[in-house]
Structures are given as structure tokens and as C-alpha cells.
């Protein structure tokens, strides 16, 4: 069960990797390494331009201007209890800091893994806290899930808490619509000012103050796991992200009183679930932004509207996360699009800012970095390998030079030379094996190529950053001998929902992952269509060096030219390519775009006909042509919406394209099943 999650999550990671927003040159520059389990950045407001580093068992650290090595700030790990969920999450520095020397932290407390708000201050050295804790405010936790946990003070000058609704899926006990429950909540409380006994006051605008039922304390309710929220500084709105269940997740701007329906509603969908199963009551606020589950993603984290004064974003746009893909998302003028894609690189656990506004990513594994402009790491970086011929499984030297701001997560990946950048074979970072090390502006390293490279012409290519920002292309070197792999697929001409056979021999180092993708000629090899283990089935058994299998065609696969390719070993290491093969009948679907000339941010009609077997994951994206169908700028469902509904053979949709479109030519296509089997592409048309 692991071995075939974990196969089907490469693939299924690979496949959305290329996806990425064209118009917006970004890159993440390495801040700091090291930490352990970090899931916060922050500043003091205080003029240093010092961030503050949260990691979850128990440490704060700080990191001085310019870098460094950061040193710890606080260290409360002798109260916290880290373990899942439950640990250090969230840390405010006082608005009028440090003329006002307090800051404030949540976190889980050993013993029963209550909630603790709790008040700090710094010593006489800057760098150092006072560890006097004065408790706050202490919130039970009812189970080990979905703590919340963002401190965050507003405009208004008082501390917001944010709190998960603490219980196991579907919140049983309803406490996230309990209003005397503090759990599933937006807490709004005023530090200054105490309540007799009690260290804090409620302000008295809160929606249930005083003599109103519910507790004092609450700001907003009806939420899951708002893990990350933040203010705009401009104009004071609270972003929050909410982390779904099963199906949606959200973004809400969250207002006074508001109610914004879990577990009533997941996103804008009705759950069925009490004390309103048939969601007919209202006063429920929906999110401004939901996405849903599908292409693997699966939990958002939520980032900030950009204020920077570096222009790295466009000002006022909003920028958030999901957990599963790595994909870093941007929503501007209601359109989302994706910023960047970290892929399996990166385990997103938040974002953050500094006193500029520059936001930062906060990767649990152990770094953080700055989202930046155009490449600040590259500049005349060279790349060579030796010997120009060389046989599977021999050992190449590849020497670089010249890398300006050098990385330890800068690495080398293995090509054929007119590959995407995510298709990478193989790789090694600059360490000169699969674990960053240290840093290296120029140096050398033997690459040991896999032992069932087939024959042919390739190349390295280097990257900084754990990403595909390119430094430098090698020369082209050959493989020859070994591989022999021979992949045939029959018949040479077959319907949609036929059945084919693919038959394979040769390969010399056989794995239980190594796969066969459905593809259309010419395609990179990230964008497969349909794909079976030489299991034959999804699941990876046993390794098979020679063998035979069914190999079943989507139903609603459009008339045309295909081709099976054998991969090896999880990832787009080709071994042989199939001859060619047409799919006949059936199919026929067709796609216009209207008007032909249309300005960004304008309508585009997207009108479809003849889907065989439609679904409710049918899609339709925005391209330039001759872009990888992985490569999409937007895109909607055939429900007309980034949510699926129901299967529509047939309809037309209004596409709303991305205001910052640059001018160019663009086409729609439209796809099957939330995956890359093209159905039919549009005319083109003109964004003058």
C-alpha cells in the first residue's frame, strides 16, 4: 500500500510540476538552512529588519539583516508539546515593540495539549528573551487535530488567535458552530487592558460580548483549521486560509461576526452534515476563493497580500500555498494562477513577511526563502561533462563555474536535449550526491548515469535553488550500447476504449515502478494521458524485463496519433517509445474561442460540442501555442468555475482571462478527467 501511494504521488507530482504562471518571472532565493521543523518567519516591526524564525518543538530564533547564522531568541520547549499537530505555532511582537517589550505565543502545553496564549518580553539584550511566561489564555483541545494557531495583531491594535476546531474529521461535536466554544473560532482579545483576575479583556464590539450569549472572546466562527491568516496592510482585511476536509479548500476574508459555515458547509459545498444538513438556514459567509482536490492538492496554506516596495508581485494581489503539490499560488483581480511549483522539493508549512513586505516561504524541512524577482543567483554560469561517449551505468565528470549567489540546494539533472526542465532523468546536487550540502560557486562531480539509459544524446543541465531556474547547459554527450529495450503496441488503429497490447523486452535492470504512458507524439514526457505499471495495473509488483499487458484507452480519447513509452523506475527515464498507433471514431469533440482580438482581463466564450463520455472533471485552459499541455496560464472546469459539477457533453463558458495577460496569440484546449488527454483545441486568438 505505501510502495503504490508512493509511486502514484511521483507521478502524479511530475505530471501538474510544469504548471506555472508565464507572466511573472519569480524565483526563491535561499534566506537560511538548518532549522529544525520551522513554520513561521516573522519581524518585530521594530526598524532591525531582523526575522524571527518559529520552529514547531519549542525555539524561536532570529536571524540577523543580511543573513547569517540565526541564534534562539526563546526556547520553550520544556513546556511544549510537539508531536503531530500540537507544538509551537504562532508568535505577535507587540504593535508599539519594543517600546512596548512584549510578544506573544501560542502553543500546545505538555501534559494535555491544551492551547496556551501566552506573554513574553525581551531582556536588555535584543536578541535574547526574558523566559518569564505570563499565561494569557488557555483553550482545551478536545483531540489531536487542527490546532490553528496564527497570532497576528490588526489595525484595531488588539491580538486575533486563530483556532482549529480540535476534533477528528466532520467536528462531531459541532463545536466550530458552538458559539460558547472557543475551538473552530477567530478570537479577537485586547492585551492591554485586564478584566479584574483575568489578564486580558474582550473587546466590547466583539458579536457576543457582554450580556449576548456566547463567549466574549470570539471575533468570527464556523472554521476547520485556519492554520495561516494575515492581514493587508494597506487595508486592514483578514485573509484567512482554511484547511478542508475531503473536498474544498478556501480563503475567506473574515469580517465581524461572521459565520463561515464548517461544518455545515465545506467551501460552497453543502456537507449534509447537522445542525443544518439540508444548508437552507443562511448567514453563512462563503469564501472569496476555494479550489478543490483535485491534481493531488489537498491542503492550503495561507500566504499574504503583497505590499513589498521591490515590485517582486503586483501590488495587491494575494499569495498562498498547498501542502501536497508544492504549488505556490497567486490570485490577482479574482484570477488564480500558478506562481510556482515546488514540487516534492519543498514541504510548504507557511509564509511570511518582512518589515518591507517582501513575503517568505517556510519549508518544514528545514529552510526558508525569499520570493524574488528575476534570478538573483545565476550570471555566467558554465557547465561542461566528460567523455562525449560514454555506456549506461558509466560514470560522467561534470564541472561548473561561475555561480554568482551559490546554494546548497543548487543542482545538476540528467536530459535528452530537447526535454522540458521538469523531465529530468536523473540528478545530483552540488554535493555530488542526492543530499544538499554546502554551497559551491564552481566545482566538480562525478554523475553515475542509471545502469538502463537507453542509447541516444543527452546532455546536464545545472539549476539553482531546488528549482528550474537554469544556470547552465552542458555540451551534448552520447550513450551508446546496452539499453536494447524494444516497447510495441497493437493494433496500429483502434476506437476509443479499446484495448491495446503493449509488449516490452530488453531491459536490463528491472524495477517494480517502471511504467508505460499513454502519449501523443511529440509530447514531453511529463504529460502522459493514461499510464500502467508493468503490473499492468496501477499498482507497481514485481520487476518484469520482458512481458506483455492490456493496455486500456480512455473512452473519450480524441480521434488522432498516439504513442506508449516505457519508463523507468517512477520518473521520465525513457527506455523505448512504441510505433505510432490511430485512435479512430468515437471522440470528435470540438472548441471555439470568441472574440478572436480581446484585451487582458477580458471574456473569452469557450464553446464546446461533442464530448463521448463527458465527466465533472472535464477542463478547459488558456495556452500559447505550442506550450506543453502542462503548461497552462488558467483554467475552468466545463462547470464554468475552478469547481467541479457535473458532466456537460456539450456548452459554452465564459473564460475570463488574467488581467495581466501579456499581449501575445493564446488558444483554449480542452482536457478530460483533471488530466492532460487533450479533447480539442480552439482557434487562436489575439491579446493586442
Not at 468515437?586 to 464553446?607: H, Y
Request: hydrophobic content about 35%.
Amino acid at each position: 500500500m505505501h510502495t503504490f501511494f508512493r509511486a502514484f504521488a511521483v507521478l502524479s507530482t511530475l505530471l501538474i510540476f510544469a504548471s506555472s504562471s508565464f507572466a511573472l518571472n519569480v524565483q526563491l532565493i535561499p534566506v537560511v538552512s538548518g532549522l529544525s521543523d520551522p513554520v513561521l518567519v516573522t519581524h518585530a516591526h521594530d526598524g532591525t529588519n531582523r526575522l524571527f524564525i518559529v520552529e514547531h518543538g519549542g525555539i524561536i530564533k532570529v536571524l540577523p539583516p543580511g543573513g547569517g547564522n540565526p541564534t534562539i531568541f526563546l526556547d520553550i520547549t520544556s513546556k511544549v508539546l510537539f508531536d503531530g499537530e500540537f507544538g509551537l505555532q504562532g508568535l505577535a511582537f507587540h504593535p508599539q515593540y519594543p517600546t512596548n517589550p512584549h510578544f506573544y505565543v501560542d502553543y500546545s502545553r505538555i501534559g494535555d495539549g491544551a492551547t496556551v496564549i501566552a506573554e513574553y518580553q525581551v531582556s536588555t539584550n535584543p536578541n535574547v528573551a526574558n523566559g518569564a511566561e505570563r499565561v494569557l489564555l488557555v483553550i482545551p483541545q478536545p483531540s489531536n487535530m487542527h490546532k490553528g494557531g496564527m497570532l497576528a495583531f490588526g489595525q484595531d491594535g488588539y491580538l486575533y488567535i486563530s483556532t482549529g476546531d480540535g476534533s477528528a474529521q466532520g467536528d462531531p461535536d459541532n463545536l466550530a458552530q458552538d458559539i460558547n466554544q472557543l475551538v473552530g473560532k477567530i478570537l479577537r482579545i485586547d492585551v492591554n487592558t485586564t478584566n479584574g483576575p483575568i489578564p486580558y479583556s474582550s473587546p466590547s464590539t466583539n458579536p457576543f460580548f457582554g450580556p449576548i450569549p456566547g463567549a466574549d472572546e470570539i471575533y468570527a466562527y464556523g472554521f476547520r483549521n485556519p492554520w495561516r491568516y494575515s492581514f493587508d496592510r494597506v487595508t486592514g482585511d483578514l485573509y484567512v486560509a482554511d484547511v478542508g476536509q475531503d473536498e474544498r479548500e478556501e480563503v475567506d476574508i473574515v469580517t465581524l461576526g461572521g459565520n463561515y459555515g464548517w461544518r455545515v458547509w465545506e467551501g460552497t459545498l453543502c456537507t449534509g452534515r447537522t445542525p443544518d444538513p439540508t444548508c437552507s438556514a443562511g448567514g453563512y459567509t462563503f469564501p472569496v476563493l476555494e479550489y478543490t482536490h483535485s491534481l493531488g492538492r489537498c491542503a492550503i496554506i495561507g500566504g499574504y497580500v503583497y505590499r513589498g516596495a521591490q515590485g517582486t508581485l503586483p501590488a495587491g494581489s494575494y499569495v498562498f500555498a498547498d501542502l501536497c503539490t508544492g504549488e505556490i499560488f497567486l490570485v490577482e483581480n479574482g484570477s488564480m494562477s500558478v506562481l510556482l511549483n515546488t514540487g516534492t522539493f519543498f514541504q510548504i508549512s507557511s509564509f511570511g513577511e518582512d518589515e518591507a513586505g517582501e513575503v517568505y516561504l517556510v519549508n518544514l524541512s528545514g529552510t526558508i526563502s525569499r520570493i524574488a524577482g528575476q534570478c538573483e543567483c545565476g550570471g555566467g554560469a558554465t557547465l561542461t561533462d566528460s567523455p562525449t561517449s560514454i555506456a549506461p551505468g558509466g560514470t560522467l565528470t561534470t564541472t561548473w563555474a561561475g555561480i554568482v549567489l551559490p546554494s546548497s540546494t543548487d543542482w545538476i539533472g540528467l536530459y535528452t536535449p530537447s526535454a522540458g526542465n521538469t523531465a529530468f532523468i536523473d540528478f545530483i546536487y552540488v554535493s555530488c550526491s542526492k543530499t544538499p550540502g554546502s554551497p559551491s560557486a564552481s566545482g566538480s562531480c562525478p554523475f553515475v548515469l542509471p545502469s538502463n539509459l537507453a542509447p541516444g544524446t543527452y546532455q546536464l543541465r545545472l539549476f539553482a535553488n531546488n528549482l528550474y531556474n537554469v544556470l547552465a547547459t552542458s555540451n551534448n554527450f552520447t550513450v551508446t550500447g546496452g539499453g536494447g529495450v524494444i516497447l510495441t503496441a497493437s493494433p496500429t488503429s483502434i476506437a476509443p476504449g479499446g484495448t491495446l497490447t503493449a509488449t516490452w523486452s530488453g531491459i536490463p535492470s528491472p524495477s517494480s515502478t517502471d511504467w508505460i504512458g499513454l502519449y501523443q507524439p511529440g509530447a514531453e514526457n511529463t504529460a502522459f494521458i493514461d499510464f500502467i505499471f508493468v503490473s499492468c495495473s496501477k499498482t507497481p509488483s514485481i520487476p518484469i524485463p520482458s512481458g506483455s499487458c492490456p493496455f486500456l484507452l480512455p473512452g473519450n480519447l480524441a480521434p488522432g496519433t498516439y504513442q506508449l513509452r516505457f519508463l523507468a523506475n517512477d520518473v521520465f527515464s525513457v527506455l523505448a517509445t512504441s510505433d505510432d498507433f490511430t485512435v479512430t471514431g468515437g471522440g470528435g469533440p470540438s472548441l471555439t474561442a470568441s472574440p478572436t482580438s480581446i484585451g487582458p482581463g477580458g471574456i473569452s466564450t469557450a464553446t464546446w460540442s461533442g464530448i463521448a463520455s463527458p465527466t465533472s472533471t472535464d477542463w478547459i485552459g488558456l495556452y500559447q501555442p505550442g506550450a506543453e499541455n502542462t503548461a497552462y496560464i488558467d483554467f475552468v472546469y466545463v462547470s464554468c468555475s475552478k469547481t467541479p459539477i457535473t458532466p456537460i457533453p456539450s456548452g459554452s463558458c465564459p473564460f475570463v482571462l488574467p488581467s495581466n495577460l501579456a499581449a501575445g496569440t493564446y488558444q483554449l484546449r480542452i482536457f478530460a478527467n483533471s488530466q492532460y488527454a487533450v479533447l480539442a483545441t480552439s482557434n487562436n486568438f489575439n491579446v493586442p
